[in-house]
Every structure is written in structure tokens, then in C-alpha cells.
């Protein structure tokens, strides 16, 4: 159902580490939603919120505006289907967000000088409380799109260009420059991961451990060009990353058996690519993944930004069902789960993200 999402938590972030009035409910859905509803998107600068939502249809619970006003504003382009990728923490306790420093309105955001319109990374954390947490200038006349943090203040980013970015409080340095056109950053098991769209060997990439200083090699962890020219953005793995969804923003075909949401298995040699699933002709971009249960429940919004839907793995013929749409004017870009205090056993089963179980799974198989 569309709707207007204006009714903010406690009213609007308006500063640099001011508190929202709610926090956010473990378990629940963030959605990063572009656009104010209020005039059409484009590629100017717009104002950023994290939408949260419940797991079923019509779901909407709240949204947190990011501030587009001071020292700590950060804004997307409203017409960038690229950006604003959105990841979990690796303690599981803030949503990162990158965006462009600056306010709303910039006309061709995207190609600005990063001298002019510093590049950035935030978080919003479980209680609701904003903070730009470093900019950099790297990116400079194209995209930033997503960024991750290990939780004890080191930050990574990703873009159109400049590779694989480290950046803090005091400042910011490309580690890994070999894979460019890159889109969403998750800090897994303490090794970063990303997704990327350009080149022979488009797919997943890793860095091994979380690297401040160049220069860094990353490596295809799986290749999703042996399917063809597609086009990856969000991923989850299990617990012990034997199993990978990744969303395609190129939509399901028939005649071609993929795009939509991809399913891949780990063999024990290699990543094997098992099925597709579809996702009402339009792909798939922000991705989160529930692994607790026997079939995974997969969370996407739409390549196109309309909509945000759900798919119980049952195989290759399951189907997906709507949560919700975007309003008028609006985008649906990045997703990822709420965050939470201090992540429980459950949680942890949930997210498949960020632990020491994965980190040895994959240097014993490294080893092997």
C-alpha cells in the first residue's frame, strides 16, 4: 500500500548525535528511502530516511530522518539507483549510511568535486542517534554508495570509483584500488566483502581482514559473470557461508533462468550458482536474509525502488509477496535488519553477518 512516510520518530535527526524518541525493534526491517514525497526525484541532492519496518504486509512502523542541514548533513541523489546501499554494523548495533555531505537540492550531486562536496559515512544506531562519523575525498565526480564499520570507529566505503576506501574521524585513504564500480561494503567475519558490477569478473569480492593502508588485493569470492552480463548489488551468507543470496537488479528472465534474487551454494571447492527467483520483472536491489528457520526468508526491495517484498526459499518456483510500497516521489534503495544493543543468539542466527564462526570457516577452507 502507498503511503506517505513522514510521521518521523521523535521528530526529525537534526543534528550530529541527537537522539531519536524510539529506538528501533530488533528483528524489524530499515528500508533507505529517498525522497521527501514532495517533488519529483531527480539527479539532484535529496534527503535520505531509514524507513523501518515489520516482516508482514503493510508493515510500516516508523522513519528516521538523516539531517540535511549542519555540520553533519548527508544527502543521495534522488535519481542514482546505484546508491544508497545500507549495511548492518559488525557488533549488529548501527545501520551505516553514506551519502554526500552537503544539503539538498545540488544539482548533478553525483558529479560534483569531492574537494567541494566531501563524500561521507554515518550511522544511526539502535537508540535512533545520528553521527557522520568520517568524509573523505575520494569518490570525487561520482557516486559513493555504501559503507561499512567493524565497530570500534574504523569505517570502509565503496563507490563508483576509488576502490575500497578506510576512513575514520580523522580522515581517509583508499586500501584496494583493483575493483572499481563497487556497491554495497559488509564487514563479515572480519574480512570485507563487496559486490561489483564492472569487469570480466563481476560478483562478490573479498579483502582479507579490514585493512587501513594501501595497497590491498581484492579477490573474487564468487563469480557471478558466468551467468552473463548481470548486475549485482545487495548479498547475505549463512552463518557458515556455505550459502549466498544476491540480488540482481537485472530482472528474472525465462529464457535465461537468472536475475531477480540468485541462490549459490558453496561445494566445498567452489560457489555453484543453484537458481533464480523471481521478482515481478523489475530485479532486485537491497537485500537481507532471515537463515534462523529450515527455508531462508529473503527481504528485497525492487531494482526499480518501488517496493518491498518477501520470498520464503521453498526453490525455484516459490514466489514473493509484497510488504509495502514506496509513496509518491519517493525511492526504496538499501535494506538490511534493525539494530540492536547487544545482538542475541537468535539475532545472530538471523543476520549471518560479522562472526568469528564464519571468519574461521573460511580460513580453515582457505587453508584446505
Given at each position: 500500500m502507498k503511503h506517505s512516510k513522514r510521521i518521523i520518530a521523535g521528530g526529525a535527526l537534526l543534528l550530529t548525535g541527537v537522539c531519536a524518541q524510539a529506538?528501533?525493534?530488533?528483528?524489524?526491517?530499515?528500508?533507505l528511502q529517498d525522497g521527501t514525497g514532495s517533488s519529483a526525484l531527480t539527479s539532484a541532492s535529496t534527503a535520505i530516511f531509514l524507513d523501518e519496518f515489520g516482516t508482514s504486509p503493510s508493515g510500516f512502523?516508523?522513519?528516521f530522518a538523516i539531517p540535511t542541514t549542519g555540520a553533519g548533513e548527508?544527502?543521495?541523489?534522488?535519481?542514482?539507483?546505484?546508491?544508497g546501499q545500507i549495511s548492518l554494523s559488525a557488533d549488529g548495533q548501527s545501520v551505516v549510511v553514506s551519502g554526500y555531505n552537503t544539503g539538498t537540492g545540488v544539482a548533478s550531486i553525483a558529479s560534483t568535486s569531492s574537494s567541494t562536496v566531501p563524500r561521507g559515512v554515518a550511522t544511526v544506531n539502535y537508540?535512533?542517534?545520528?553521527?557522520?562519523?568520517?568524509?573523505t575525498t575520494?569518490?570525487?565526480?561520482?557516486?559513493?554508495?555504501?559503507?561499512?564499520?567493524?565497530?570500534?570507529?574504523?569505517?570502509?566505503?565503496?563507490?563508483?570509483?576509488?576502490?575500497?576506501?578506510?576512513?575514520?574521524?580523522?580522515?581517509?585513504?583508499?586500501?584496494?584500488?583493483?575493483?572499481?564500480?563497487?556497491?554495497?561494503?559488509?564487514?563479515?567475519?572480519?574480512?570485507?566483502?563487496f559486490s561489483t558490477g564492472s569487469g570480466s569478473t563481476r560478483g562478490i569480492y573479498e579483502v582479507i581482514g579490514t585493512p587501513n593502508t594501501a595497497p590491498v588485493t581484492a579477490t573474487s569470492f564468487i563469480n557471478t559473470s558466468v551467468l552473463g552480463s548481470v548486475s549485482p548489488y545487495g548479498f547475505a551468507f549463512n552463518s557458515s557461508m556455505t550459502v549466498a543470496y544476491i540480488a540482481d537488479s537485472d530482472?528474472?528472465?525465462?529464457?535465461?533462468?537468472?536475475?531477480?534474487?540468485?541462490?549459490?551454494?558453496?561445494?566445498?571447492?567452489?560457489?555453484?550458482?543453484q537458481y533464480s527467483l523471481p521478482t515481478d520483472g523489475v530485479g532486485a536491489d537491497g537485500l537481507?536474509?532471515?537463515?534462523?528457520?529450515?527455508?531462508?526468508?529473503?527481504?528485497?526491495?525492487?531494482?526499480?525502488?518501488?517496493?518491498?517484498?518477501?520470498?520464503?526459499?521453498?526453490?525455484?518456483?516459490?514466489?514473493?509477496?509484497?510488504?509495502?510500497?514506496?509513496?509518491?516521489?519517493?525511492?526504496?534503495?538499501?535494506?538490511?535488519?534493525?539494530?540492536?544493543?547487544?545482538?542475541?543468539?537468535?539475532?545472530?542466527?538471523?543476520?549471518?553477518?560479522?562472526?568469528?564462526?564464519?571468519?574461521?570457516?573460511?580460513?580453515?577452507?582457505?587453508?584446505?
Open positions: 529506538q528501533f525493534t530488533p528483528g524489524d526491517l530499515v528500508v512502523v516508523t522513519s548527508l544527502v543521495n541523489s534522488g535519481s542514482a539507483t546505484s546508491e537508540n535512533g542517534v545520528y553521527t557522520l562519523q568520517g568524509t575520494s569518490f570525487s565526480g561520482n557516486n559513493i554508495r555504501s559503507g561499512t564499520t567493524d565497530g570500534n570507529g574504523n569505517f570502509w566505503a565503496v563507490g563508483a570509483n576509488s576502490g575500497v576506501v578506510y576512513l575514520n574521524s580523522s580522515g581517509s585513504s583508499p586500501v584496494s584500488t583493483n575493483s572499481t564500480n563497487n556497491r554495497l561494503i559488509q564487514d563479515i567475519g572480519g574480512n570485507l566483502f530482472a528474472y528472465t525465462t529464457s535465461s533462468g537468472f536475475g531477480g534474487i540468485e541462490k549459490w551454494e558453496f561445494n566445498g571447492t567452489s560457489w555453484a550458482f537481507a536474509v532471515n537463515f534462523s528457520g529450515a527455508d531462508p526468508v529473503i527481504y528485497a526491495t525492487s531494482g526499480d525502488g518501488t517496493s518491498l517484498f518477501a520470498i520464503t526459499d521453498t526453490g525455484s518456483s516459490a514466489t514473493d509477496t509484497l510488504l509495502d510500497t514506496a509513496g509518491t516521489d519517493e525511492a526504496f534503495r538499501g535494506l538490511t535488519f534493525a539494530p540492536q544493543a547487544v545482538p542475541e543468539p537468535a539475532a545472530l542466527a538471523l543476520l549471518a553477518v560479522g562472526f568469528p564462526g564464519a571468519y574461521w570457516f573460511l580460513r580453515r577452507n582457505r587453508k584446505a
